[in-house]
């Protein structure tokens, strides 16, 4: 009869750190001593210096070129690359050395301290604005790709009604107030941006 034994502590201990990735202390549970930092500001010195060296290449390139192909300029490009391996060595040089998880390159855009600041509406009212996304739409004379089809002019409505409807979600879920919205056929919709009160409004959703 044969036994199966345990292994040695140290191989134990060897096949404990091979599966935990995060087995050291920097990822532990106990605060850290002190930590060289000297590293740390390296790696960001040296996405300041690419982002630095991004807005003078930016700005040459946007002087020769339209703003479209200023986008998609190789040097433009080159650069965007190296912020991003940049922002990946910092975050590889901040999670090793404290084990944590920076997110550092979540844009995010807050309301202008003259609207009130957090949880004011972003567009108050007398300062609403309207908006226009137009398609001019014509049968093919080649007819639809498949041969086939249940569509006509009063269908696009119905599909631009149903797409206004999500449109109109992704702004307020976006903290925007939609004030009216309309699908038309023909004209576009009269919108009425005067303030409350100053005329009669007609809600055209």
Do not use: C
């Not at 096949?15 to 850290?32: F, K």
């Not at 084990?99 to 807050?110: A, I, K, N, R």
């Not at 007819?143 to 797409?163: C, K, Q, R, Y």
């Amino acid at each position: 009869m044969t036994h199966d034994q345990d292994p040695p502590d140290d191989t134990q201990r060897d096949d404990t750190s091979g599966d935990d990735v995060h087995g050291d202390r920097a990822h532990g549970p106990a605060p850290l001593p002190p930590v060289d930092a000297t590293p740390l500001h390296a790696a960001v010195d040296a996405l300041t210096a690419s982002l630095h060296d991004y807005v003078e290449t930016a700005v040459g390139v946007r002087a020769e070129f339209g703003a479209a192909e200023a986008d998609e300029d190789p040097r433009v490009l080159a650069l965007e690359n190296t912020v991003g391996v940049l922002n990946a060595k910092l975050f590889d040089t901040l999670h090793g050395a404290l084990g944590m998880h920076p997110d550092l390159t979540t844009s995010v855009w807050e309301p202008d301290a003259a609207e009130g600041g957090p949880g004011a509406s972003v567009a108050p009212a007398g300062t609403a604005e309207a908006f226009y996304l137009g398609f001019v739409v014509a049968a093919s004379p080649a007819g639809p790709a498949d041969g086939t089809s249940d569509w006509s002019m009063d269908s696009v409505i119905d599909l631009l009604d149903e797409a206004g409807e999500g449109v109109v979600q992704r702004l307020v879920d976006a903290g925007l107030d939609v004030v009216e919205w309309a699908a038309s056929r023909g004209d576009a919709a009269d919108f009425d941006t005067d303030p409350p009160g100053d005329t009669d409004e007609e809600d055209l959703s």
